[in-house]
């Protein structure tokens, strides 16, 4: 009978929706209003009409382009490396009788450890030139690199961004795999699907849904990477080589005060991120078993 | 049992409406409670932020009825940013210290702070003891002032003297005599500058800008491509110059300030470029032989190029001052109060602790005598710099510029050293923002 009473779905919805209407619709679609005018600082009064500028700025400024690349660059990283390390320990741990929750809470501790902090202790093992990582150089007799230096630096944000969120992953396909029905699992096993064929053929493409919602979690995820890379290298060191959208965004709306352009590039955020989600959905259909 | 348990409830209830009434009663009968919200760029480890908390302290002690909040933190960009967002928003403090350059033109914009022209009105003695060459500094462009500066900072090149002295080196006093010193060090492992150029290149720009072009170069406000004067350029090839020389730690693009602030403190790097707030962190004395000490630290002029032109000098000014926000000055009951408080900071006495105890720095109230620091030779070493070539000093021609161009510049640094842009390129992008047209 309750759900007859239409209004007191709604009246159980209605503050959900209203605290989305105020905190997420109204900010967003002033952010699209405030992308065409002229703000110079945060919280000024709207300047003048920008005839689209920013929009023609966003693809002819060469740190956009770097933080575009760099950005689709971790997102291929994260869903190779991120996804795969994943998935390869979630079966391994699968495979093992003893110890398994061992197993479990030390691949997700990194997760319970704020990124801050991972990123100064990542801070001091990348020291130049006596940190731990240039010691260990030192001690095999190879020179001490500069580890956040040209060429290395966009590395040195990648790692603990992947390594970083590898036991959430983890998690999701630990539990992915304890859901498989065990008579299936058992039935192939008496057909004699062991080892790498049961992988290949049965764990795996039993986990495709499960696959599929982590691809979309790492893609959007990697659109969001902005506190490890900001405390390694803040903004864009070396040179700008390592901005990502969401560090480029923050330096252009709070270091340079360029508000009205930082509206813009997160404007462009949020449509990419809805764009590869829509597409990762397309490609990788939910499958019904 | 019920019944005793009840009319003990009640009664409990009816003694705390009682006291809680009572207590309304007596706040009014007080004096009343007020609460002032203070912000500075005293957070951290300034040598001043000590000085600044006793002042605070002192104050809630002489009217205890005054609570301050104070919200001070390390200045940066972000909090140059959100200050002025707060006075944009209506979250603005009563009492701020903050900078006056193009920032501070920032928050006067906002219309919620107050001139002294203003409060002198009805308190004639605000600021008297502060000169009129300080005041006339701090003038805005509708011809008023709007802080009260304590104190004024110089910037120098901190020489470790030793280490001239254990490679027989003459000190920097002139280009060639650094090129060697430059060349000397790095054939034997020491950083000759202790330079973070991707994290905080702003003291060492403007003295490439004294080098190329004197202190008129600190005066240029180019607002296009066609302004932007060949000194500027010059000092970005001066820049690359020393780069290529190898003057800068090897992950000078990627390092810190705080990084490379040590390395000079241990004795790694001969040189560095900095100001008044660096002395009070080199220690006087160092029982464990590990750290430089201030009798082992000189301060002097950058030294000008070969092809510099212009009048050589010094980068010097002041840092800014106390605002007093539109909200404080026109609440009856908190305007006395924070006028008391900005005059606590900026009394002669105060002015004296904030100038003389570790910086060396500068005082705007002539009235303050240069204190007797023989004990703390570089802060000794300090007020005889600024004594000797204040004649020709210039603030930073950055501080000037807006937020946007000048970070433009800032990140740019690191490319014009690797060779990824040229000078041109890079004060093209930065002209075309109009830095100065504010």
């Known amino acids: 009978m309750i759900y007859r009473k239409k209004y007191l779905a709604v009246f159980f919805i209605a503050p959900a929706f209203l605290f989305l209407l105020v905190f997420v619709c109204y900010p967003f679609l002033m952010n699209i209003y405030n992308s065409f005018f002229e703000i110079n600082v945060l919280g000024a009064p709207i300047g003048k009409w920008n005839h689209f500028e920013n929009y023609r700025m966003l693809f002819k400024d060469p740190n956009m382009i770097t933080s575009i690349k760099n950005t689709f660059l971790l997102m291929a990283l994260v869903i190779i490396f991120q996804g795969g390390i994943a998935l390869l320990l ?33 801070n001091l093992l990348y020291l130049y030139p006596d940190g731990p990582l240039n010691v260990i150089m030192t001690s095999l007799g190879f020179d001490p690199i500069i580890w956040k230096g040209e060429g290395n630096a966009f590395a040195a944000i990648a790692i603990p961004t992947i390594w970083s969120n590898v036991g959430f992953y983890f ?8 859901n498989i029905p065990t008579d299936v699992m058992e039935a192939a096993q008496i057909d004699g699907a062991v080892g790498l064929k049961k992988t290949r053929y049965l764990t795996i493409p039993l986990l495709y849904n499960v696959l599929t919602t982590t691809f979309i979690l790492m893609i959007t995820g990697a659109l969001r990477v902005f506190d490890m890379a900001w405390i390694l290298l803040p903004n864009g060191q070396p040179g700008g080589s390592t901005y990502l959208t969401g560090t480029y965004m923050y330096q252009m709306t709070f270091i340079n005060r360029n508000v009205d352009y930082g509206a813009t590039i997160a404007v462009f955020i949020v449509i990419l991120g809805i764009l590869l989600s829509q597409l990762t959905n397309k490609i990788f259909k939910p499958k019904d078993y | 049992m019920k019944k005793i348990m009840s009319m003990l409830l009640v009664i409990l209830l009816l003694a705390g409406c009682a006291s809680s009434a009572g207590n309304k009663s007596g706040s009014k009968s007080d004096a009343k409670k007020i609460t002032i919200r203070t912000a500075s760029m005293y957070g951290g480890t300034d040598p001043g932020s000590q000085n ?27 909090w140059r940013a959100s200050v002025i967002n707060d006075f944009n928003s209506g979250n603005e403090p009563d009492v701020i210290y903050f900078v006056h350059h193009a920032d501070g033109q920032a928050l006067v914009d906002t219309g919620q702070v107050v001139s002294v022209e203003t409060i002198r009105e009805v308190y004639p003695d605000y600021a008297a003891n502060i000169g009129d060459s300080a005041m006339n500094v701090l003038r805005k462009k509708d011809g008023q002032v709007y802080c009260v500066p304590m104190t004024g900072y110089w910037m120098g090149n901190f020489v470790n003297t030793e280490l001239f002295e254990e490679y027989g080196l003459d000190l920097p006093t002139d280009w060639d005599k650094l090129v060697t010193a430059v060349e000397t060090f790095k054939e034997n492992g020491v950083t000759p500058f202790a330079l973070a150029l991707g994290h905080i290149p702003h003291f060492f720009i403007e003295h490439m800008f004294l080098s190329a072009g004197g202190v008129e170069a600190l005066q240029e406000r180019p607002n296009s491509e066609e302004e932007v004067p060949e000194s500027w350029v010059k000092a970005l090839e001066i820049l690359k110059e020393l780069y290529d020389m190898g003057a800068f730690p090897d992950d000078t693009n990627s390092t810190t300030e705080e990084a490379v602030k040590l390395l000079f403190n241990e004795g790694k790097a001969a040189m560095l470029v900095s100001g008044t707030w660096h002395p009070g962190s080199i220690p006087v004395e160092d029982p464990t032989g590990q750290l430089v000490t201030q009798d082992q630290v000189m301060v002097m002029p950058f030294p000008m190029h070969p092809d510099g032109k212009g009048t050589p000098g010094i980068v010097g000014g002041w840092n800014g001052g106390f605002y007093i926000s539109k909200a404080a000055w026109e609440d009856p009951e908190k305007r006395d109060y924070v006028v008391k408080l900005v005059q606590a900071h900026t009394s002669s006495e105060a002015i004296s602790n904030y100038t003389g105890k570790d910086t060396g720095g500068v005082s705007p109230d002539s009235s303050v005598p240069v204190p007797e620091v023989s004990d703390r030779p570089l802060v000794d070493r300090g007020f005889k710099f600024w004594a000797e070539y204040s004649a020709n000093h210039a603030d930073p021609a950055c501080d000037h510029m807006m937020s946007d161009p000048k970070n433009i510049l800032y990140q740019g640094l690191t490319k014009i050293v690797t060779g990824d842009l040229t000078p041109e390129e890079l ?12």
């Open chain 2, 427 to 438: 004060l093209k992008q930065v002209a075309e923002k109009k830095p100065f047209d504010y």
């Open chain 1, 171 to 178: 998690v999701i396909y630990v539990m992915g795999i304890n």
């Open chain 1, 90 to 122: 979630a079966l391994l741990v699968d495979y093992i009788r003893r110890g398994a929750q061992l197993y479990r809470v030390i691949f997700f501790f990194p997760m319970v450890i704020s990124a801050a902090a991972l990123g100064l202790i990542f």
């Open chain 2, 52 to 78: 600044y908390q006793n002042i605070m302290n002192q104050f809630m002690a002489d009217y205890p009825n005054v609570t301050i909040e104070d919200e001070s933190a390390p200045i940066d960009e972000q």
